[in-house]
Each structure stands twice: as structure tokens, then as C-alpha cells.
């Protein structure tokens, strides 16, 4: 078989367009709704929360995950998540008078990166908002805990068949009609859940109308192109353990990557393409010196 040099190009191209076209089809297929407003998403005001940690305790009961116990038995929160723990509620202080607490899970972003970064779709965007894990098709490369820019996937190290664990926004709840668990635990509020758009309306009203009381800015409303997850704090986010908005940016890592991604596929195709056509030129001219 021989290949001149119109045939070799025409395999390369077909095999370029295809790969790229798989590429963008799995990438863009479902990654979330065009109308990232009516997302369900909740608001989380810093400012009104206690402390009491009930969304974290409603959150292990929904989701049986183990209490927090050290190795003798007894009780002890955790200091950020944890594979057993979906959502924290840590406290920052800097003296007796100026201190908030601050509550910590899966942010849900419009544009998660963690699903984009999944060579295998075990982590995925539903239509209604939730980021979800689904066990049977991860490959454990953990590469979703380096792409998360808010640190949130956590790997069973001490399990024999190790999952990544994160909060998967009572996504069967909200199928329902109901609230995430957390929200129907919070007995002071803090915690408010609808459409983003409603939500993003609601915080910046509160901003306006009490501006000695927040800090002047709605966290998660353009951070790494937006989370479900709204924050509203009285002191600067980054003492609270969030990243800097600044840090992380307004555009989602999914969209920074995506044109290295594709560039992928056309190396592997070009490369493979060449090395083809090279064996075929070279077995020809040695075909051709031994019928000479």
C-alpha cells in the first residue's frame, strides 16, 4: 500500500476534525444551563450565622457520613473538609470583638472546573446546578482535587476502594422541591436558597442598605465565572480562608484551558499522521531498491 502526499493529508485532516469535533461536543454537551440565573444557588450571609454548626450536622445525617470523632471517641470538628465532611463551619477571629464565622463546601461554579478537568465525566454539571460525582466511572487520578480552585474534592486515603468526596448540593432533595438539608437546618437564616438571579438581587440590596455592615462585594457572583454559592461577609473573604478574588479571577480555569485542551487532540492526530506517512514513504523506497 502506498500513501502519496494528497492522501496523507486528507487522513490527517478527517482524523483532526473528528477528534476535535468529539472534543468539543463532550466538553460543551451539558455542561450547564444557558441561563445560569435560574440555577438553584444559595446564599450564605456570614454575618447572621451563630456558629451552631446545625447545617453541618444536618448535612452528615442526610448524607451518612460518620460523626467527627478523634481516636478516642470523642468529639472534634474538623478543620476544613474532609472526605466525612461535606460542608465546616470554621470561625475566624482577630480579637473579642471582630470575628465571623464562615461556612465551606463545593461551591457548585457555573463553569466547574473540576468536571471540565475529568478525562472520564465522573464529575459532571446538572441542568438545575449541582456538580456531581458519580463513582463508577472515576479512574481515582484525583486530577479534579489540583483543578478546583477552592481546594473542595477530597480522596477516602484510608478506604481499601477510595472515592473523591464532596458535597453534592442534596441534589435528590432538590429534585423534590425541597431545600439542601443545611438550609432547612439554619435556624437564624444565614442560609437562603433560590434562583441565583433572585438570590444575586437579594445580596446586593442588603449591600446597599446596610454598607457599614458588609464588605462591598458579593463573593461567587464573578469569581472563576461564577458559583452557586453566594457570600456575604462583614470582613474581607480572604480572612475567612476564601481566595482572593483577585487570585483566582473572573473567568472560569474550564475556559483558560479549554484552548490548550484542544490543542491535544490535533498533536496526537498530526503526530500519528506523520509518523504514518513517514513508515509508508520509507517502505516504499525500500520496496522500490529491492525490485531495482
Known sequence: MT???RDFLKMSGAGLGGLALSSFESSNGASHSPEADEDHSVLYDATICVGCKACQVACKRRSNLPPDLDSEGIFDAPKGLTADSWTVIELYQEDPVTYSFVKKQCMHCIDPACASGCIVSALYK???GPVLYDGD???????????CPFQVPKYQWDKTVPFVQKCDFCSDRQDEGLDTAC?????TGALLSGKRGELLEVAENRIKDFPDRYVNHLYGKDEVGGTSWLYLAGVAFDK?????PDKIGTISPAKLTWPYMMAVPGIVVFMTGLCTGLYYYFRRGEKTGEEA
Not at 240 to 244: F, N, Q, R
Request: hydrophobic share 35%.
Open 240 to 244: 475567612l480562608g476564601l481566595p482572593k
Open 3 to 5: 500513501v502519496d502526499r
Open 137 to 147: 466511572k472515576c479512574i481515582g487520578c484525583r486530577w479534579c482535587m489540583t483543578a
Open 183 to 187: 438550609v432547612a437546618a439554619c435556624p
Open 126 to 128: 446538572t441542568e438545575d
